[in-house]
């Protein structure tokens, strides 16, 4: 076992996580800590880093310094971006921070700093093509994704912090400061990063500006999951939130539902940036990251020292879902070879049974992410496992699924014992689903239910079903070994008849066939 921290010095803020790698390479996060710094406030006039900024970082260094012994973490791995790249002092002030806590800590290029925010992405959102952004307090980094791989990255040198400071827009605003800002951040744009412009691809949006957005855009519509990672802001919700910023002030500002006060006097440079860089690209929608530069530092130190899959080393991982499923599974202890034969089966009849619930093959993903790991609330409690594996998978850090794809899996697991009222009831995020959503659910989930009926003992006694599937009725033929004693399979299976007639509308007959 080893645990990796991982320091990420901005202009804003500093973080600190350790990600703890097992001896069976899963991996998980352990500890985080954020403080917001201000160590780029007041460079656009002085050229020098923040002098409460600087000590400010410095106690922070100190306090991870000590946690890092404390966790006896085997390995760090320090960054500083954009403030201590450009600042006239940043190199002395790096050689300081070496000197009184011991850490060593790489400034690194804007080219670096956004492959790294791409890495995070990348490894934790399921999208091909996109254009990516990281806005940061004296940066933004603008990548342009194709195919999963990165085709165009520049920094441009205008963040939430030197803009708020240039412009004056930490209090109320006028409406020539936002005209005059935003033509500044649009020629930033024509000159930077020309190859942007009208591309209409999906937004990815990574830092803490873009994150308290998506805060104050579900505050605003009520939005049940407290996630944020892989959020979908519209665009016309967007301009609404965007609208009602610029026109504030910095008390009202510190009033905004989902707006963090200590960031209530960057929104509005922040809010310019984002949304001058949406009109330039044409982008219709922001989907938000809660993972960035940190999660890629984590990523690439992993996937080289490690690997990924069969022997696969590398910073990029093939299959995002799959990888993420995998990990969470090696997280604990499982009884893998009921697992793999519950999710084969329940794939098969997914396969053979696509006539009749109309399933995609999205919807065939999300039913094995269900099956893999339908059984994880067991680490709660036995008794209503299935209800604790619902909330569980509803929350667990799974990537490569949008979060209403990832609640539709949750409560095919959930209901991997027959469906379920009371844990429709239990869980608020029921009203999400629409009806469409919630027939494919209780279709995909009754799936479900009968290949884990199928093992119910553990010991493997259906080895295949094949489906004969008509307009009267679907018959499931049972194949296992001579001499197997099936009874308790075909009786637990059974007991789903009645339910699939309801869902299917057609009855379900069971046979068993031997040899």
Same mark, same amino acid.
């Given at each position: ?24 390479? &899963? ?51 320090? #960054? ?34 956004? *492959? ?65 800002? $935003? ?26 500006? #873009? ?40 008390? &009202?500002?510190?009033?905004? /539902? ?22 330039? %690209? ?6 938000? &990251?809660? $993972? ?9 130190? *992993? ?56 399933? %995609? ?16 609330? /067991? ?19 799974? *990537? ?21 009222? /009371? ?93």
């Amino acid at each position: 076992m080893e645990r990796v921290a991982i320091i990420d010095m901005g202009s804003n803020s500093i973080r600190f996580i350790v990600m703890q790698v097992a001896d069976n390479k &899963s991996y998980h996060l352990e500890y985080q800590q954020k403080e917001a710094i201000r160590l780029g406030r007041g460079m656009s006039e002085t050229g020098k880093l923040n002098p409460e900024g600087v000590e400010r970082a410095l106690a922070c260094l100190h306090v991870y310094k000590h946690m890092m012994e404390v966790m006896q973490v085997t390995k760090c791995i320090a #960054v500083a971006t954009a403030a201590a790249r450009n600042a006239s002092d940043g190199e002395a002030f790096i050689e300081r921070i070496k000197q009184e806590t011991g850490i060593e800590i790489e400034v690194i290029s804007g080219e670096r700093e956004a *492959y790294l925010g791409y890495l995070g992405v990348v490894n934790t959102i399921d999208e091909r093509n996109y254009v990516q952004f990281d806005l940061g307090g004296a940066s933004i980094e603008v990548s342009l994704v194709r195919d999963r791989k990165i085709v165009e990255s520049v920094s441009v040198p205008i963040g939430a912090v030197t803009v708020t400071d240039a412009f004056n827009l930490g209090d109320k605003v006028t409406p020539a400061a936002i005209e005059r800002c $935003c033509a500044f951040v649009r020629r930033k744009y024509e000159e930077m990063i020309p190859w942007a412009e009208g591309l209409n691809l999906p937004v990815i949006g990574v830092g803490g500006t #873009v994150r308290n957005l998506a805060k104050m855009d579900q505050a605003q519509t009520n939005y049940q999951l407290s996630r944020i990672h892989n959020y979908i802001i519209p665009r016309r919700r967007f301009e609404e939130t965007y609208t009602s910023i610029i026109k504030s002030n910095l008390s &009202s500002r510190k009033r905004m /539902k989902g707006l963090s006060s200590e960031r209530a006097d960057l929104i509005v440079a922040g809010a310019i940036i984002i949304n001058t860089l949406m009109e330039f %690209t044409g982008g219709q929608n922001i989907i938000v &990251s809660g $993972c960035g530069l940190r999660d890629g530092v984590f990523f690439e130190y *992993y996937g080289e020292t490690y690997g990924y899959g069969d022997g696969y080393k590398g910073p990029i991982i093939p299959n995002v879902l799959q990888e993420s499923v995998h990990n969470y599974l090696l997280s604990e202890d499982r009884r893998m070879e009921h697992l793999e034969r519950v999710c084969t089966l329940a794939l098969s009849l997914f396969d053979q049974l696509k006539r009749s619930h109309g399933g %995609t093959r999205r919807d065939r993903s999300l039913l094995e992410v269900a099956a893999w790991l339908h059984d994880s609330g /067991k680490v709660v409690n036995y008794y209503d496992h299935a209800r604790h594996s619902a909330f569980i998978i509803a929350h667990a850090p799974l *990537y490569g699924m949008r979060q209403l794809e990832q609640l539709r899996a949750a409560f095919i697991a959930g209901f991997h014992h027959g469906i379920s009222n /009371k844990i429709m009831r239990a869980y608020r995020y029921g009203m999400m689903l629409t009806p469409e959503d919630w027939k494919k659910v209780r279709r995909l989930s009754l799936l479900l239910a009968l290949a884990e009926a199928s093992d119910v003992t553990y010991e493997g006694v259906v080895r295949r079903i094949d489906v004969a599937d008509d307009e009267e009725a679907v018959v499931l033929s049972l194949r296992g070994k001579k001499g197997e004693d099936h009874s308790a399979a075909e009786l637990e299976m059974k007991s789903y008849c009645k339910q699939f007639k309801k869902e299917y509308g057609k009855p379900l007959i069971i046979m068993w066939q031997k040899g």
